[in-house]
């Protein structure tokens, strides 16, 4: 992910997480977790995938986690379902 890309649906003090599906979204067990609207790539580009959108938690949420190690393992459990 290019580490300059701000998601422009990010609020204050919270996170871009990843782009999920509704189904996935409703799986994270963030109590912050935020579904935005418009999915974008990791340079920042629009994407339209059918069903994606933006997911957001608070940055106190990630408890000292890497937020790259959080979206691998998203990612790899997501591929699963």
Do not use: Y
């Not at 189904?23 to 974008?40: D, E, V, Y």
Request: charged share 25%; hydrophobic share 35%.
């Amino acid at each position: 992910m290019n580490k300059n890309f701000i998601h422009p649906e990010t609020q204050e003090g919270e996170v871009f997480l990843i782009n999920s599906t509704k189904k996935n979204f409703n799986s994270m067990p963030w109590t912050s977790k935020r579904l935005g609207i418009t999915a974008f790539d990791a340079q920042g580009n629009r994407i339209d995938v059918a069903n994606w959108r933006p997911t957001f938690i608070a940055k106190g949420e990630l408890s000292g986690l890497r937020i790259s190690d959080v979206r691998r393992s998203l990612r790899e459990q997501f591929a699963k379902n």
